[in-house]
C-alpha cells in the first residue's frame, strides 16, 4: 500500500503544479486552473505524507 499511496500522491501534486503553473499563462480566466490545481495540490501533499493510513492496516494484518 505505501507503494500504491506515493505514486497517487505524486501524480496528484505534479497536476496541481501543472495546473498552477498554467494558470500564469492563461489570459481568459486563470482562477480556474487556480481552483483545481490548489486543491489537488494540497491532497497530493496529504496523501502523500499520511502514514497512519499505514499504521492502521498494519494493525488490521496482524489481527487476521
Not at 500500500?1 to 505514486?7: D, F, H, L, Y
Not at 497536476?15 to 480566466?29: M, N, P, T
Not at 486563470?30 to 496529504?46: D, E, F, K, R, T
Request: without cysteine; proline residues 3%; aromatic residues 10%.
Amino acid at each position: 500500500m505505501v507503494k500504491s499511496r506515493k505514486i497517487i500522491g505524486m501524480v496528484l501534486i505534479i497536476i496541481g503544479l501543472f495546473l498552477i503553473g498554467l494558470s500564469f499563462f492563461v489570459k481568459e480566466a486563470p482562477w480556474v486552473a487556480l481552483m483545481y490545481g490548489i486543491p489537488m495540490l494540497i491532497i497530493g501533499i496529504v496523501i502523500f505524507l499520511n502514514k497512519k493510513e499505514d499504521v492502521i492496516e498494519q494493525i488490521k494484518w496482524k489481527k487476521k
